[in-house]
């Protein structure tokens, strides 16, 4: 079970911290994720983590947001600077078993229920 945290509204320009907690799984095994999803718009896988601790991020976010993860305590984290209009949608945290690398968030099998994120002017 993945559950977030940490959502809300903020104005463009600000910072928010998502939080993912996990249960019922060994952490250590799984490559952990965050996608988004705005109204009428497709699924966009935003951060990514190895169970190495490799990370990669769509191009939209590079340098603006930080995925990282805390397996003793079965936690993820996306730390969200800079936002923008753009950003402001529905965050879920996934997670998948290894072999994971060939995937991307939006097609983990573990996924949380999301937490909302505005950004107004």
């Known amino acids: 079970q993945l559950v977030e945290s940490g959502g809300g509204s903020v104005q463009i320009g600000g910072s928010l911290r998502l939080s993912c907690a996990g249960s019922?799984?060994?952490?250590?095994?799984?490559?952990l994720g965050w996608f988004r999803q705005a109204p009428g718009k497709e699924r966009e896988g935003v951060a990514r983590?190895?169970?190495?601790?490799?990370?990669e991020y769509a191009d939209s976010v590079k340098g603006r947001f930080t995925i990282s993860r805390d397996d003793t305590n079965s936690m993820m984290y996306l730390q969200m600077n800079d936002l923008k209009p753009e950003d402001a949608a529905m965050y879920y945290c996934?997670?998948?078993?290894?072999?994971?690398?060939?995937?991307?968030?939006?097609?983990?099998?573990?996924r949380g229920q999301g937490t909302q994120v505005t950004v107004s002017s």
């Open positions: 996934a997670a998948h078993r290894r072999p994971c690398w060939r995937r991307q968030p939006p097609e983990y099998a573990l």
């Open positions: 019922g799984y060994t952490a250590s095994w799984y490559c």
């Open positions: 983590i190895s169970t190495s601790g490799a990370t």
